[in-house]
């Protein structure tokens, strides 16, 4: 069976630190969370998945094709918020949402689905404020709305609750958990109650491995606990 | 065309840049409404267009002179007789044609305008460094690099340059014409090129306009290269310190490279910008001993710059990840720390120190900011420079020193006349010859004679100038004597060049770069607000800066100064320190005592521009603010 992505046994090193070691893993439909300390791990993979960084070993495989010179065309089908908004202060939100949509090619430049998604992230009435007038809840929805923008399959989201306040929050687990129905989606965070409804499956970064479990009843935080605890 | 478009809003957006553009246009302006230019009085522009014709013919004639003595010393395949040929065939077809100067006005006042050029080089490096950086500033190097498109970006901002490019070639010489036709009105630019007087030997039959055209056109390509390049360091170093600093070495490598002897030394960005150079008189470049015309060979050089900087710039924007550009800047640095790891090694810890805040600014402002490296690197690049650069003692120069130091010392009646003598012969031998070469071209004298004559003309020459400069020397000494000072005959070019020597720009580049950016790190960090709430405020901490900035500007310019001093004693020794310097300048003092003035007056000017430059940057926060105003503050130190 062909997976939407597929990680083998990646390893990447910087210089004598070994940041990842050994990471496998594959992705389907749903939201998969990223849990992990800081340090370890997590930026690392978000980043190679991401193309940022070469891994120094393994093998990633999209929808069953390795990854390597077909780079545009995964980019095509990705998404990614990254911790900080990547936005440009100067440009309005509407300028910034077209530029994106430029960038990734789509037809219309985003037309009805700028709007759309807009409406979703409750900034239609800001679509014409410089980036810079807007509050930081405001720009981490506005870059979430850059990552889905052109419905992408694979979407990677690093600390997107950042921010937000506890409305917002919820507003948007339900966004994502929405969109992983049909989309497959790798949120990274800190915040395990974020993850906790929605995530199918849970990966535990720690000391560059990759531990996957499938989400169960019991509480996440217990789980986190039990398997961090000895870092404690 | 959509990415273009968003390139270019980013660029006007950058915040203060396109203020700061317009405040350069207006200055351009100004100086030309106000600045010093020259421009001619009736008279003498009618003098002009009466002396064209026979200045002309003059040219012509020297070069069929050189063109005889070349063929016998060089050949008649030599580059320098093909070269006088060029000239012969050039300046023939003008008079052939009748071209002649025409009446104008307030051309010469425009065309003696610099500033323009320089102001257009400085916002090239901005455009280049401020546009590359925006997606540092604002973190979306990741956006662009998970987009399918976000690998073209580059490709569209070398578009946005070009346009800013031409957008500066343009604006700049309106404003300054503005300004002249405010001044004196300007006149039909539909006339010969020659009718402006620094175009006397333009060897083409050009009108203004063309040339304004051209001239628009090869500023833009320059200001284009120029931009690409900053923007490529940017690109790789992804830090406004090294773009800043690697454009100001490159600008300056161009400026030393400029005052070289080579032929091809015109070939850099300041004489690309200025154009002038290339027509105000013919020169070529010798090509497989073939003469081909300096412009055309600088055309073609500058387009291949061109080129391979757009390479380099498209594909440093595709292939490099932003985990490399910080890859980049640690490697640059980390000799340095790895040099501090094995230091703290060897010692054992010692107990954390209490500094005074002006230690910890030194600190912050040399070591923590990798400044120290700039710094050893800054006088590496003086002491190339003032290397490359040092005058060179020529051996009519070196003759001079020697009858110098045998005259050294009270000028005596006997002293006077054997001066007198000696310029007298040398002068009667020159003429001499010159009318021999006649004889020679109208075949009344033979090779052999013509020859012979040749060396005693190269002595006399040697001679003329050495005695020529000794009487100078003897009428400065009468004039001091009539103000009532005594004055000594001694070998006196290294003072002239001492005393005569405007302000360093290297000094002062190297200051502004210094302390542009004394005051960024607390802006951008917010460090300001949190100094300000702490007992001693943020008072305490801008007088510790400005200590630093009046011990680091002494410092760096005593420094810079007596480079320049001993290279300058190397190539022209100050003799007789004791001497009075009455027979250079008006005063009684001793050159010593001129010397320790000059120095301290140097200080002074080195101290002040260091405490301006660290207000700006108070005042600014912004170093890309801060480096044009203090660009042209430094001009006005010069």
Same mark, same amino acid.
């Given at each position: 069976m062909k997976h939407v992505l597929e990680l083998k046994d990646l390893f990447k090193s910087y210089g004598k630190v070994q940041?990842? !070691?050994g990471v496998s893993f594959s992705m389907d439909h749903g939201v998969y969370a990223l849990l992990g300390p800081n340090g370890s791990g997590k930026s690392t993979l978000m980043n190679v998945i991401a193309g940022l960084l070469k891994p120094t070993a393994g093998e990633m495989l999209f929808h069953g094709e390795p990854l390597g010179a077909k780079r545009t065309a995964f980019y095509k089908q990705f998404g990614y918020m990254p911790q900080?908004?990547?936005?440009?202060?100067?440009?309005?939100v509407l300028e910034f949402l077209q530029y994106v949509s430029v960038l990734k090619c789509l037809p219309d430049d985003g037309g009805k689905e700028i709007e759309r998604l807009l409406e979703r992230v409750e900034l239609s009435e800001f679509?014409? !404020? !410089?980036?810079?007038?807007?509050s930081g809840g405001m720009k981490q929805r506005l870059s979430l709305c850059s990552a889905v923008l052109g419905d992408p399959e694979l979407l990677i989201l690093d600390e997107?609750?950042?921010?937000?306040d506890p409305m917002q929050r919820v507003a948007l687990r339900r966004f994502v958990g929405e969109l992983g129905e049909r989309k497959t989606v790798l949120w990274a965070t800190h915040i395990v109650s974020d993850v906790e409804?929605?995530?199918?499956e849970i990966i535990f970064m720690k000391q560059g491995v990759a531990t996957v479990q499938e989400n169960s009843a019991e509480p996440l935080e217990e789980r986190y606990l039990a398997f961090f605890g000895d870092l404690l | 065309m959509k990415l273009f478009a968003f390139e270019w809003k980013k660029l006007l957006r950058i915040g203060g840049l396109p203020k700061l553009c317009i405040l350069l246009f207006a200055l351009c302006f100004l100086f030309a409404l106000a600045g010093e230019v020259h421009e001619p009085t009736d008279g003498e522009k009618q003098a002009y267009r009466d002396a064209y014709g026979g200045e002309i013919a003059y040219v012509i004639r020297l070069a069929e002179n050189n063109k005889l003595d070349y063929a016998y010393?060089?050949?008649?395949?030599?580059y320098i007789v093909r070269y006088q040929e060029d000239l012969i065939r050039l300046y023939s077809d003008l008079k052939e044609q009748g071209v002649a100067p025409r009446a104008v006005n307030g051309w010469d006042a425009f065309f003696s305008l610099s500033a323009d050029d320089l102001l257009l080089l400085l916002c090239a490096v901005l455009t280049g460094i401020a546009l590359t950086m925006t997606e540092r500033d604002h973190r979306t190097d990741t956006l662009l690099a998970v987009t399918?498109?976000?690998?073209t970006v580059g490709s569209k901002k070398l578009l946005v340059f070009a346009a800013a490019s031409l957008g500066y070639a343009l604006l700049f010489p309106l404003c300054g014409m503005a300004g002249i036709a405010l001044r004196y009105g300007l006149s039909s630019p539909? #006339?010969? +090129?020659?009718? #402006?007087q620094e175009f006397l030997f333009c060897p083409y039959d050009l009108s203004i306009f063309s040339y304004l055209c051209l001239s628009v056109g090869v500023k833009a390509v320059t200001a284009f290269a120029v931009a690409v390049f900053c923007g490529w360091v940017a690109s790789l170093s992804k830090s406004y310190l090294l773009s800043f600093f690697a454009s100001a070495c490159a600008l300056a490598g161009g400026w030393a490279w400029g005052s070289?002897?080579?032929? +091809?030394? +015109? #070939?850099?960005p300041f004489a690309l910008s200025e154009t002038d150079v290339f027509l105000e008189r013919y020169r070529s470049v010798s090509l497989l001993g073939f003469s081909v015309p300096l412009e055309a060979v600088a055309g073609v050089l500058l387009l291949l710059i061109c080129i391979g900087l757009s390479l380099l710039f498209t594909l440093t924007g595709r292939s490099v990840t932003s985990r490399r550009f910080t890859a980049l800047e640690k490697g640059v640095f980390c000799v340095f720390a790895r040099g501090r790891k094995a230091l703290r090694g060897r010692f054992p810890k010692k107990a954390p120190k209490r500094h005074s805040l002006f230690v910890t600014e030194l600190n912050k402002q040399l070591v923590k900011s990798h400044l120290l490296v700039l710094c050893i690197a800054m006088l590496f690049f003086k002491g190339a420079y003032a290397y490359s650069t040092a005058p060179f003692r020529d051996p009519s120069e070196h003759l001079y020193l020697t009858v110098c130091e045998n005259l050294a010392g009270e000028l005596t009646e006997e002293k006077r006349l054997y001066i007198g003598e000696k310029l007298a012969r040398s002068e009667q031998v020159i003429r001499d010859f010159e009318d021999l070469r006649a004889q020679f071209q109208s075949g009344k004298v033979s090779q052999e004679v013509y020859l012979a004559k040749r060396g005693e003309y190269e002595t006399a020459l040697e001679e003329q100038y050495v005695y020529s400069k000794l009487s100078l020397q003897c009428q400065r000494i009468d004039q001091a004597a009539s103000r009532g000072q005594t004055a000594y005959l001694h070998y006196d070019t290294g003072w002239l060049a001492l005393f005569e020597a405007e302000g360093d720009l290297l000094l002062y580049a190297f200051l502004l770069l210094f302390f542009c950016g004394s005051y960024a790190k607390e802006y951008a960090d917010g460090f300001h607000r949190t100094a300000a709430v702490?007992?001693?405020?943020m008072k305490g901490i801008h007088n510790a800066k400005r200590l630093v900035a009046l011990a680091a500007g002494s410092l760096f310019t005593a420094l810079f100064f007596t480079s320049d001093l001993l290279l300058l004693h190397k190539a022209f020794p100050f003799c007789h320190?004791?001497?009075?310097a009455a027979g250079i300048l008006d005063?009684? +003092?001793?050159l010593w005592g001129v010397l320790a003035l000059l120095l301290l007056g140097r200080l002074l000017l080195g101290m002040g521009y260091a405490l301006l430059v660290n207000r700006l940057s108070r005042l600014l926060g912004k170093p890309y603010l801060v480096l044009p105003l203090g660009l042209l503050a430094g001009l006005l130190f010069l």
């Open positions: 940041a990842l !070691r900080y908004p990547a936005v440009y202060p100067s440009f309005s679509k014409g !404020r !410089r980036i810079s007038a807007l997107p609750t950042a921010g937000l409804s929605i995530a199918k | 010393t060089a050949g008649e395949d030599s399918p498109k976000g690998a539909f #006339v010969p +090129l020659c009718s #402006v070289s002897e080579s032929a +091809l030394a +015109l #070939v850099n702490t007992p001693r405020g320190p004791g001497f009075s005063t009684a +003092l001793p």
